[in-house]
């Protein structure tokens, strides 16, 4: 069986935490922003955990465990 290929646009947006966890960066900040306060925006900024029903998937696309 071939090796397992990374996906490009996946390799491109998500992160491995050391302990194996993915990271990824907040949605919503493209356009728009000066409709949404500067409390949202500021939160946005920070990067957050995929949640535990997405992992599996991301995971695949990343060719990882």
């Known amino acids: 069986m071939p090796k397992m290929k990374t996906h490009s646009s996946?390799?491109?947006r998500f992160r491995?935490?050391?302990t194996g966890?993915?990271?990824r960066y907040q949605?919503?900040?493209s356009?728009?922003?000066?409709?949404?306060s500067k409390k949202a925006?500021?939160?946005l900024v920070k990067?957050?955990?995929v949640c535990k029903a997405e992992e599996k998937r991301v995971k695949?696309?990343?060719a990882i465990g």
Do not use: F, Y
């Open 31 to 36: 356009h728009m922003m000066r409709n949404k």
């Open 47 to 49: 990067s957050t955990l």
């Open 16 to 18: 491995v935490t050391g």
């Open 41 to 43: 925006k500021t939160r």
């Open 60 to 62: 695949r696309l990343l």
């Open 27 to 29: 949605a919503n900040t």
């Open 21 to 23: 966890k993915i990271k």
């Open 10 to 12: 996946a390799k491109k």
